[in-house]
């Protein structure tokens, strides 16, 4: 071999390698534009089912009776006015939504706190305790999740009832704080971390509670708070089992109350959107709050069985 041709054979290595330099460092074929702009309409398309109706919702609050149901409909008020949640405030009403939005937030944040308070005891006892029967026990909490939730409507009726809680808020707290649901979501997300991190823990000295509260618990934030928002939304959200076990105006929760703005025969479509404005606000705040929680939360929960 010749001398000359070394230069010319490392020249075109060196050429190979620069043809594949964009390969390795590359981030992957590009999307066309007819893809970008498919992508940015759906975006869009999905932008405005899910954020229209608020939007229609808020602006009917400040319409007029005739405004809200005249024909063709009105986009925006005219003219605007409040008058919709004047009823809405004032204290003397028969409709004290105040008080209503005052009692699900009240109710919410404590439910809450003990479902999650309580799911995560019995998650990490069945994510990482060994003791006999753990399957069947947990076989069991699952197999409640596919009992339809009105079946329990009057064996919890006839408990609170015996409680003396009937028309206290303590009825509507109480009674779905033992839900499966949690334990499971839980339990999930704790099989999920490493356990080299607890070993190491109790190779510290530290005993089984202080590795619970000092390590698992901090680790399973993004878990925690996901089960936090989303045990709130459903105590918050929820109309059927107020409805039975709460009669007293100012006892109610808020939509167990908004269905008090519907008349018999005329609806008063300002006021009851004015309602859903106000029974909005705390979900739309909270998730904006705990999104990226949520995410990670739900994510996580998934990755070990």
């Known amino acids: 071999m010749s001398t000359a041709a070394l230069p010319a054979s490392s020249t075109t290595a060196q050429g190979s390698d620069d043809n594949l330099e964009p390969q390795r460092h590359g981030h992957g074929p590009r999307s066309s534009p007819l893809s970008r702009v498919t992508f940015v309409v759906l975006l869009v398309v999905l932008t405005a089912v899910f954020v229209g109706p608020l939007l229609w919702m808020f602006l009917t609050s400040f319409k007029t009776p005739d405004g809200a149901t005249s024909i063709p409909p009105q986009l925006f008020p005219h003219p605007a006015t409040a008058d919709g949640y004047r009823p809405l405030v004032d204290t003397g009403s028969q409709t004290p939504v105040i008080r209503w939005f005052v009692n699900s937030l009240l109710a919410g944040v404590a439910n809450s706190v ?160 004015a309602g859903a404005v106000i029974a909005s606000v705390p979900a739309i705040v909270l998730f904006i709050l705990a999104q990226r929680n949520i995410v990670e939360g739900v994510a996580r929960s998934g990755l070990k069985g």
Do not use: C, H
């Open 114 to 273: 003990i479902v999650t308070a309580t799911a995560a005891l019995a998650a990490y006892a069945l994510a990482r305790l060994d003791f006999p029967g753990k399957k069947i026990v947990f076989a069991m909490i699952i197999a409640t999740l596919f009992v339809p939730g009105f079946v329990f409507l009057i064996p919890n009726y006839l408990i609170v009832n015996s409680l003396g809680w009937l028309d206290t808020l303590w009825a509507v707290i109480v009674p779905s704080a033992g839900g499966a649901f949690g334990v499971f979501f839980l339990r999930q997300f704790f099989s999920s971390l490493p356990m080299e991190l607890e070993e190491a823990a109790e190779i510290d000295g530290a005993n089984r509670w202080q590795t619970f509260v000092r390590v698992v618990l901090p680790l399973s934030k993004p878990g925690l708070s996901t089960l936090l928002v989303l045990s709130f939304l459903t105590n918050y959200n929820d109309f059927l089992w107020p409805v039975f076990v709460l009669f007293s105006p100012s006892n109610l929760t808020l939509p167990a109350g908004l269905s008090i703005l519907q008349g018999a025969f005329t609806i008063n479509y300002p006021v009851v959107m």
